[in-house]
């Protein structure tokens, strides 16, 4: 049967990130600044798009599993343009193993939709509005509670618990697919960090530390050696207004409120900003910005990329940001400055001294999820043949691929990735990601921008030493209960 691949007018914005948080900023390895239309032919594809596709899906296996009994058409909407997937491990991989999965089931015509980022949130948004949902598509977090309650989304939650992979997942990424214990989706595509200090060794071997601190009452230490040289201690830039939310209080707060506290705020089963452990989180913020003398000074009207500038320019000793600013930092000295790029370390945030939980913590996620539309349960063999797609495309075939390509990380866990083709430092911040470090969630990767505009504002005003703790809490409440 023929295979078909839907081209849909593509937005010439910014791919979006695969996170739905860190402020829109790409999650994922240089994504392209437009994404012209894809054209297709009687096959779906045109010949350059079937070449690629045959050429990059040749290292992934076939779809593991019995042959399914199911014949017919079958349709998945989904976001990984050719465009997008030029040097973007996530989409590069999504394509790729899609691409297996199609190729191993001749007898399945299977119809791929494909959107650029942006319209992709609006199409599927009115799509679901009208009960008129795909077979196959990619769930946001956020949308997840509501159309669970208008039943827009299937219970995997069985399958997945059954699946031959699960003792594979991180079952962290299946948070905001979860609601009331049921799981609507299957987390898809790749993960990459918000909140990664990054340290030049030998300056802190300067100042007396074989590696960054693990707690700030050391750096608050070191501040007085750097100070003292005239260089700062750690930059870091929240002109924007969300790199305080998504590359400092998502991991902050939950060294103080553990996991089941932002799982419950997701959920709406009764956690509160006003809750203490989170006000604590919000006043050890105030006081590391207020009352030491760590950062930058400017550090609320420069933005990340004019902080990290401090760091590569050797005026910090290092820099708070994401994975974005990893990949930039890293190409940009090993160009420019061998030495200093040999000399790159990764480390989390430091440990506040009345903070009690999780401090080898980092958030990262992975913002979609594959989900099936119920109505696909009407044919039980069509259903069996979503679940075979949606659980393949994210199993370890992907993680695989994206490992061993762009050393990326993905829902199932990889053992015995060999980077060797990989310079150091991108082997040392693999593993730091996906290896050495427990994950948290990104705050703004879920709930509502309604909220998170408030929020950003009051933090803004608390780094400056304008609100209280509680003020900025109980004005993020109040944005919860009002618009989410």
């Known amino acids: ?236 830039g929240n002109g924007g207004k969300w790199q305080a939310n998504s590359d400092f209080m998502s991991t902050l707060g939950n060294r103080y409120t553990g996991p089941e506290w932002f799982s419950s705020l997701i959920a709406k089963d009764g956690a509160s900003f006003e809750d203490a452990e989170f006000v604590a989180a919000l006043a050890e913020t105030q006081r590391l910005f207020t009352e030491t003398k760590i950062f930058n000074p400017d550090y609320n009207a420069v933005t990340n990329e004019d902080a990290r500038e401090y760091y590569i320019a050797g005026t910090a000793a290092a820099f708070i940001g994401g994975n974005w600013d990893e990949s930039y930092i890293s190409a940009t000295l090993q160009e420019s400055d061998p030495d200093k790029w040999a000399n790159i370390g990764f480390a989390v945030l430091p440990q506040p001294a009345d903070a009690t939980k999780a401090p080898n913590s980092q958030n990262i996620g992975l913002g979609y999820a594959v989900a099936i539309n119920p109505k696909v349960a009407e044919d039980p063999d069509k259903l069996a043949a979503a679940i075979d797609l949606a659980e393949y495309i994210t199993g370890p075939a992907f993680s695989s691929f994206v490992a061993e390509n762009y050393a990326l990380g993905g829902l199932t866990k990889v053992a015995d990735v060999d980077l060797s083709k990989f310079d150091q430092i991108t082997q040392d911040f693999y593993n730091w990601s996906y290896i050495d470090t427990e994950t948290c969630e990104i705050y703004d990767s879920y709930i509502n921008s309604a909220v998170w505009d408030v929020f950003n504002t009051d933090l803004q005003d608390l780094m400056n030493g304008d609100k209280t703790p509680e003020e900025v809490a109980a004005n993020a409440q109040a944005a919860y209960e009002a618009n989410y």
């Open 1 to 236: 049967m023929k295979k078909k691949m839907i081209g849909i007018l593509l937005s010439t914005a910014m791919i979006a990130s695969v996170l739905g948080g860190c402020g829109g900023t790409s999650g994922t390895n240089d994504a392209p600044a437009s994404t012209p239309a894809e054209t297709t032919n009687s096959a779906g594809t045109t010949g350059e798009e079937a070449k690629a596709d045959t050429e990059t899906a040749a290292p992934v296996a076939a779809a593991d599993g019995e042959a399914l009994a199911y014949a017919g058409a079958l349709e998945i909407m989904h976001y990984s343009t050719s465009e997008e997937s030029q040097g973007n491990g996530g989409s590069d991989g999504f394509r790729t193993v899609l691409a297996a999965w199609d190729e191993a089931h001749p007898d399945i015509t299977l119809t791929q939709n494909i959107l650029a980022n942006a319209e992709y949130k609006t199409q599927i948004a009115t799509l679901a509005a009208a009960n008129d949902l795909p077979d196959v598509f990619l769930l946001q977090g956020m949308n997840t509670i509501e159309w669970a309650k208008q039943e827009l989304v299937y219970d995997l939650t069985d399958t997945i618990r059954n699946s031959p992979y699960y003792a594979d997942y991180n079952t962290a990424y299946f948070t905001p697919f979860t609601t009331e214990d049921k799981i609507y989706g299957f987390p898809c595509l790749t993960g990459g960090t918000c909140t990664v200090v990054i340290y030049d060794k030998q300056m802190w071997k300067d100042a007396g530390y074989d590696s960054f601190p693990s707690t700030w009452e050391e750096v608050e230490k070191a501040s007085d050696y750097f100070n003292g040289e005239g260089i700062t201690t750690v930059a870091f």
